[in-house]
């Protein structure tokens, strides 16, 4: 059914398709209408849930690793400082191989304080073990919902799909809403293999010693790269039922494009208005979309950017020290490459904290790189110059 | 793609405005963008929202900076000078405003149509709001409605009754009340 | 079952998982101490003077099991629905939820349990007759106690009593709007049954001799109790309206309604004084409390003045009589001087010191006393008395061979609930000389003739329980008469609980002490080795998987576990 949604709603009407049994979560801006949303919709019994309420986010989460420990499906949502007081309970998700699926909706972490979109906190949960699927519309946020689900079940792996704050969380969009029978036939109720049996008791996340500990993260990393098959399989398998496939990246107008713009999320939307106008110009540009970060597809990505003269890496997010995260991630996977076949790659660093990345912005960045006027490796876009960063001034001062 | 943007005071209801125009022309067969000025919104101060209406699917993600039609819920806002409506609008674009003046009073503000319409007094009429406070989101949309074609006011009415939950009749009547009421003056030159 | 020796990492679990290795690892081998389960002594019934077994009871009954508890109650206590009324209850004051909301209401549950068991399906069956037989001399509460105790341990028992009626004080000392004589009577019937013999109307030294006592039973056990008041020692207190207290109550309470002053003084501060006040009051005397120390000091009862207080009684405290002012051969006041507090005497509390010239009159036509009373020895040997009282060890035993003596005629405990007590202990004394066996070298506690096993010698304060499992709970409101109403009648004050009542407040009791099966020591038990007996109370320990960690022990809300060494 179509409906003019926003992106917090697409993920409500997508929890309620994927029938979970708990719902434990804590407010927060701008993730809240996402849990008022499940509330209410628990409440009018369209959700057959327990909703757990509870009084922080490391509570919500392990409410949601409780009762998937006992085989139930979980939910939770949250964002920025959320996300961050989690932390301990997402490694411990992911170690415990439970399924459970968060939406977390992108947010500046603090201070200063911002509730605006900014991919930092999502990707300083990187290495915890979960799968991470960034998307750029509310019909992606729908699909991908019941997609981790089924993803997340099959490789005992949690999955936290991210959505910008506000220009997707807060953005009406027609949107298709699937029927819940088509939701039922694809993703059948959760079985897991080991889960708390009263009738065969065991310890659960007991002490391992160093003779055992890393035969399980040997498991895990194992999980992942199954993973990247299972997304690019049940991608497919959802495009086939609904017309809207979803691959680990998403290409456009890749096939002969020599300068390729690298992004996630809804600015790799509004590229796509820019590439098609320099196409119109005569410049051979394409987009790389990252959707599924973790796993990352690294062999995709390299076979994808061999042989392309020029890549602009835009990352919402800064791993201070170094580069954008998404530009370390593409270099690495790169690096293989025989030298005559690595483009010639810029990071650009862009829209922190919300700012604004408009079609301007991402005409003026790959152009300047495509004319060579742009020729550091890290570029921090559309942000005041530093006249003393050569004295230490601008640090200290 | 057509641009909008809403101006309004925190409270008069710019975002439902917005949601409205979307869920209407999304009746129409379009394909929406409904979003609100990002951040914390506080009551009376100068808010925006803004919708984009495309027969393709809305691929741009950014705030709006060059609309091709402005919806002023608040003539104050003009009159008292506490926001630039026009930046960024587009020569022969339109400015719908809420006032009981009629057009001729706006033209200073450039090369526009301008389209007046007494939003308050058809909302208190309709017993909408009280009178510090009339909600006028809904009449003026009936304007809109006259004023741009893009929506009909079946698809309007609908769209208020899907959107707001309180008397969604007398809404939609004060809503066809200002279809019928709007006064419009064609900027030169564009012919309407 | 996890597989223990993975070769491929197919062969573990996805995460660390175990269902096999507790019970696998003997870690009993690692212990050095180990937990035990030891029922220890509520603070309760540490202070309980008539060995009443409250927490067990009361389990039983947040358990549903309220004719067990009935059972348990009256197992070695023949008054608990007479105590459960006159009982001081000094249990309630060292009850450890009395930090969690209010003590329990014990003395409530008593009567709730004395009344229950007045059936006589819940009188404990005798054991075989042993052919000994016992005489009690005095049908008071420590003798018909003895006498019970005793009959049930399959003795003969036969009890001489001087009065028309068993029961002692509990008939003639306390009124009917504390003790209705027809639950003493049922009580007293349920002592019958058990075969105990009342020969009544039968004076020792009047009726029959000591001596053909001593020759006629194998042991004889003397609880006559106090009798008499001591006198006032003022000049005037031979007029015929100054009345010895006790009598004058006894006379109340069997129906008499003797011509008394409109106006009286009562003297003195104990539980007599206060049942002649109030039975002055029932009966349309306004009776004046004359005091010589202050409220604090008084030995009453507490409640039981505060009920006096409410009634409207007058006190005058500070106060000693000196003389009885006669004026035309009619008593017309009680001439009194102002006292103050000095230091503590022996008995602990602050000695009363005249005042000099503060001599007053108390307008009154008449003056009870009710100052201490004294027991009629005149029956026994020299050698079997000690001034006032009966001369007796601890153990209840006394110079003369086979005859022992308990209650206040021995010790002038004062109360019952004592006497009741100390029937319950003399009772074990003589039982074990009639069965031969050594007499035991203290007097044995009551607590000693409980079923179940229990550490006496450790009390359970609140110290000694895990707070953390108990939260406060109010206690509940008691029913009582309004004082109007009370004042003109001898209708039972205090209103007894219903069952649902009693239930509701039973679980509130934190059963200190005892294990009542919450299961939380196997909850914790970290290595499975805690498993509850199936068909049976209680929990059986695991020795080869109990590793002597202490967590159960730790965790037992109640106390009822204890580390003890390994012996090896």
Same mark, same amino acid.
């Given at each position: ?70 085989? &139930? ?22 170690? +415990? ?5 968060? &939406? ?7 201070? $200063? ?34 997609? +981790? ?53 065991? &310890? ?5 010693? @160093? ?8 498991? #895990? ?25 979803? $691959? ?22 509004? +590229? ?65 490459? @025989? ?25 003026? #960045?790959? #152009? ?19 006249? $003393? ?6 640090? #200290?001062? | ?5 809403? %101006? ?22 379009? %394909? ?93 009429? %309709? ?66 | ?9 197919? !062969? ?23 937990? =035990? ?44 629905? =007479? ?78 009593? !001087? ?21 003493? !009577? ?116 507490? /409640? ?88 007796? !060890? ?22 019952? /609930? ?30 000693? =003739? ?34 109007? /109403? ?83």
């Amino acid at each position: 059914m179509r409906m003019v949604i926003k992106g917090n709603g697409a993920v409500a009407h997508a929890v309620r398709l994927a029938r979970p049994q708990v719902i434990s979560a804590y407010p927060i801006t701008p993730q809240t209408s996402i849990i008022e949303g499940i509330a209410s919709m628990v409440a009018e019994g369209k959700i057959d849930a327990r909703f757990i309420k509870v009084e922080s986010e490391h509570s919500a989460l392990a409410g949601c690793i409780a009762a998937e420990s006992a085989g &139930a499906r979980t939910f939770t949502a949250t964002s920025a400082q959320g996300l961050a007081l989690m932390h301990e309970v997402i490694h411990w998700a992911a170690g +415990a191989r439970l399924p459970i699926v968060l &939406a977390n909706v992108n947010r500046a972490m603090a201070p $200063g304080w911002s509730i605006w979109t900014d991919q930092t906190d999502s990707l300083s949960q990187r290495d915890t073990g979960w799968m991470q699927v960034y998307c750029q519309s509310a019909q992606e946020v729908v699909d991908s919902v019941i997609q +981790a689900y089924k993803v997340s079940e099959r490789v005992l792996l949690p999955t936290m799909v991210i959505l910008d704050a506000f220009f997707l969380s807060h953005t009406y969009e027609d949107v298709e809403v699937p029927e819940p029978g088509l939701v039922d036939g694809f993703l059948p109720p959760l079985d897991l293999p080991q889960k708390m049996d009263l009738e065969h008791p065991a &310890a659960l996340g007991n002490l391992v010693f @160093p003779d055992r500990y890393m035969e399980f993260r040997r498991k #895990m990393d194992l999980a992942h790269q199954v993973a990247l098959g299972v997304w690019d399989e049940v991608g497919r398998e959802w495009g086939e039922l609904t017309g809207r496939p979803y $691959g680990l990246v998403e290409q456009y107008r890749m096939d002969d494009a020599e300068l390729v713009l690298v992004t996630a999320a809804t600015t790799a939307s509004t +590229a796509r208005v820019v590439i098609d106008a320099l196409r119109d110009e005569g410049v051979a540009a394409g987009l790389l979309r990252l959707r599924v970060f973790r796993p990352f597809p690294a062999d995709l990505i390299r076979t994808i950017l061999a042989d392309r003269k020029k890549v602009v890496i835009l990352d919402r997010n800064c791993s201070f020290g170094h580069h954008g995260i998404f530009h370390q991630e593409i270099k690495s996977a790169l690096y293989e490459l @025989p030298a005559g076949q690595q483009p010639e790659m810029h990071g650009v660093i862009a829209g922190l904290g919300g700012r604004d990345v408009t079609v301007e912005d991402l005409r003026g #960045m790959l #152009m300047g790189v495509w004319e060579g006027r742009i020729t550091k490796p890290v570029t921090w876009w559309n942000v005041l110059e530093a006249k $003393g960063a050569e004295t230490g001034a601008v640090a #200290m001062g | 793609m057509i641009e909008i943007r809403i %101006h309004g005071r925190g409270g008069q209801g710019a975002v439902i405005a917005s949601q409205i125009i979307a869920e209407a022309a999304f009746r129409e067969g379009l %394909h929406v963008q409904a979003f609100p000025s990002f951040g914390s919104e506080r009551r009376g101060a100068p808010v925006a929202a803004f919708v984009r209406l495309d027969h393709e699917p809305v691929l741009v993600r950014t705030e709006i900076y060059e609309p091709d039609g402005l919806i002023v819920l608040d003539q104050s806002l003009i009159l008292q000078k506490l926001v630039d409506v026009t930046q960024g609008l587009k020569d022969g674009a339109w400015i719908l405003i809420n006032t009981p003046h009629g057009p001729e009073e706006f033209t200073h503000l450039g090369p526009y149509t301008i389209a007046t319409v007494d939003a308050s007094r058809i909302a208190l009429e %309709h017993r909408l709001g009280s009178l510090t406070a009339p909600i006028v989101n809904t009449s003026i949309l009936g304007a809109f409605a006259t004023l741009t074609g893009l929506i009909s006011l079946d698809n309007l009415g609908e769209a208020i009754a899907a959107t707001v939950p309180i008397k969604p009749e007398a809404n939609i009547a004060a809503a066809r009340e200002a279809a019928a009421a709007v006064k419009t003056l064609a900027a030169a030159g564009t012919g309407r | 079952m996890v597989d223990l020796n993975p070769k491929m990492l197919e !062969d573990i679990p996805v995460t660390s998982y175990s269902d096999n290795s507790t019970l696998l690892i003997k870690t009993g081998a690692w212990k050095y101490v180990q937990p =035990s389960y030891e029922d220890k002594l509520p603070a309760c019934s540490h202070q309980c003077p008539a060995g009443n077994d409250i927490s067990k009871a009361l389990d039983l009954i947040a358990r549903g099991d309220v004719a067990a508890a009935a059972r348990l109650w009256r197992a070695g206590n023949p008054f608990p629905a =007479s105590l459960g009324r006159v009982c001081p209850h000094p249990c309630e004051d060292q009850c450890n939820r009395g930090q969690f909301g209010g003590a329990i209401a014990i003395h409530m549950m008593e009567r709730f349990l004395g009344d229950r068991s007045l059936d006589p399906e819940f009188l404990p069956k005798a054991k075989p007759a042993t052919g000994k037989k016992v005489a009690v001399i005095g049908g008071g509460p420590a003798g018909v106690a003895a006498a019970y105790n005793l009959a049930l341990a399959g003795h003969a028992v036969e009890v001489f009593d !001087d009065k028309p009626a068993a029961g002692g004080y509990l008939r003639t000392g306390i009124p009917a709007y504390r003790l209705p004589k027809d639950v003493l !009577d049922r009580e007293l019937a349920l002592v019958e049954q058990t075969g105990v013999q009342f020969t009544l109307n039968t004076r020792v030294g009047r009726d029959v001799s000591f001596d053909e006592l001593r020759n006629r039973f194998d042991a004889v056990i003397v609880t006559i109790g106090f009798h008499g008041s001591r006198p006032l020692g003022v000049p005037g207190e031979d007029h015929e309206n100054v009345y010895n207290g006790v009598h004058l109550l006894e006379r109340i309470l069997a129906g008499e309604r003797p011509e008394l002053p409109r106006r009286m003084a009562v003297v003195g501060g104990g539980n007599t004084a206060m049942d002649v006040a109030r039975s002055l009051l029932r009966i349309g005397v306004e009776p004046i409390v004359v005091y010589r120390r202050s409220r604090m000091e008084m030995p009453a009862i507490p /409640t039981e003045v505060d009920e006096a207080i409410a009634e409207g009684i007058r006190f005058e405290f500070l106060t000693a009589p000196s003389r009885v002012i006669i004026e035309n051969g009619k008593v017309t006041a009680l001439e009194c001087r102002k006292m103050r507090l000095g230091e503590p005497d022996e008995s602990g509390r602050r000695r009363p010191i005249p005042v000099e010239g503060s001599e007053f009159p108390v307008e009154v036509g008449g003056v009870v006393t009710a100052i201490g009373e004294t027991a009629e020895l005149d029956f026994l040997p020299d050698e079997a008395r000690d001034g006032w009282r009966v001369a007796a !060890d601890e153990r209840f035993v006394t110079p003369v061979e086979g005859v022992f003596a308990a209650g206040d005629a021995a010790f002038g405990e004062g109360t019952v /609930t004592a006497a009741v007590g100390a029937g319950r202990r003399v009772a074990m004394v003589v039982d074990a000389f009639l069965g031969g066996r050594e007499l035991p070298s203290v007097a044995p506690p009551t607590q000693a =003739s409980w079923e179940r096993p229990v550490n006496i010698d450790q009390t359970v304060h609140v110290e000694q329980l895990n707070p953390a499992y108990f939260t406060e709970v109010p206690r509940p409101e008691i029913h009582e008469l309004d004082p109007q /109403t009370r004042s003109t009648s001898f209708d039972e004050v205090v209103q007894g609980f219903t069952e649902e009542e009693a239930i509701r407040e039973a679980r509130r009791c934190m059963v200190c002490g005892t294990c009542n099966e919450c299961c939380n020591c196997l909850f914790f038990c970290p290595d499975v080795a805690i498993h509850k007996r199936s068909g049976a109370f209680g929990f059986d320990i695991d020795g080869d998987h109990c590793k002597g960690c202490g967590i159960c022990v730790e965790e037992c809300p109640r106390n009822a576990l204890s580390l003890v060494e390994v012996k090896s």
